[in-house]
């Protein structure tokens, strides 16, 4: 099984600051990898597919990259409407796995 | 617009069993690939297990954890996917997500039900 893990836990920072968030794996998954963000009493959002393609709908100020083991979401500029949490997952191998999620919370 | 709405789900004694129903609307269910998702109370998420088109064989895929235990299949003049889960541990107490994707054979979750709590307690 490939283990995702999601760096950091918790990340507090302000409105209009940038946020990075990592996740690496245990094995390469390609780029079959996505971004998801959730928030409380909702179903997860798909960010980011492939590792670097945004999913329709979603603001130019999410982009993700890396490929292989180390991925990386970047928020540009958080809105108030950003403060969730944000899971990883990859789809190259089964079973599917997801990270443990980067909480991104108001400084 | 597309639309996964679930119904089940509830509270069960370990042992037991329940069955999840998932019904989709504006897509051609039949070319999707659907999966169920599960997170339990204050947890991550955790892929629970796939099933195919009937084009692809219609096959099943599980987690270590519900394999054996529990069984996805699907109803495609129904447009409906199911979850049965049988031998219910304390442990399957979660939500649980049904998920698929706007892309062929793919598992990349565009869509997902708003998901329906199970709760395994004595």
């Known amino acids: 099984e490939i283990v995702l893990t999601q760096s950091p836990a918790t990340l507090s920072l302000s409105p209009g600051e940038r946020a990075t968030l990592s996740c690496w794996a245990s094995?390469?998954?390609?780029?079959?990898f996505d971004w998801y963000q959730q928030k409380p009493g909702q179903a997860p959002r798909l960010l980011i597919y492939?590792?670097?393609n945004r999913a329709p709908g979603i603001p130019a100020r999410f982009s993700g990259s890396g490929s292989g083991t180390d991925f990386t979401l970047t928020i540009s500029s958080l809105e108030p409407e950003d403060f969730a949490v944000y899971y990883c997952?990859?789809?190259?191998?089964?079973?599917?796995?997801f990270g443990g999620g980067t909480k991104v919370e108001i400084k | 617009e597309v639309q996964l709405v679930q119904s089940g789900g509830g509270l069960e004694k370990p042992g037991g069993s329940l069955r999840l129903s998932c019904a989709v609307s504006?897509?051609?269910?039949?070319?999707?690939?659907m999966s169920w998702v599960r997170q339990a109370p204050g947890q991550g998420l955790e892929w629970v297990g796939r099933?195919?088109?009937?084009?692809?064989?219609?096959?099943?895929d599980y987690a270590a954890p519900v394999k054996g235990r529990f069984t996805i299949s699907r109803d495609d003049s129904k447009n409906t996917l199911y979850l049965q889960m049988n031998s219910l541990e304390t442990e399957d107490t979660a939500v649980y997500y049904c998920?698929?994707?706007?892309?062929?054979?793919?598992?990349?979750?565009?869509?997902w039900g708003q998901g329906t709590l199970v709760t395994v307690s004595s």
């Open positions: 099933i195919k088109t009937k084009t692809d064989g219609a096959t099943t």
């Open positions: 492939d590792a670097s």
């Open positions: 998920a698929t994707s706007r892309a062929l054979r793919s598992s990349s979750f565009s869509y």
């Open positions: 094995q390469s998954v390609n780029s079959y």
């Open positions: 504006g897509f051609t269910f039949s070319d999707a690939w």
């Open positions: 997952q990859q789809r190259n191998n089964l079973p599917l796995t």
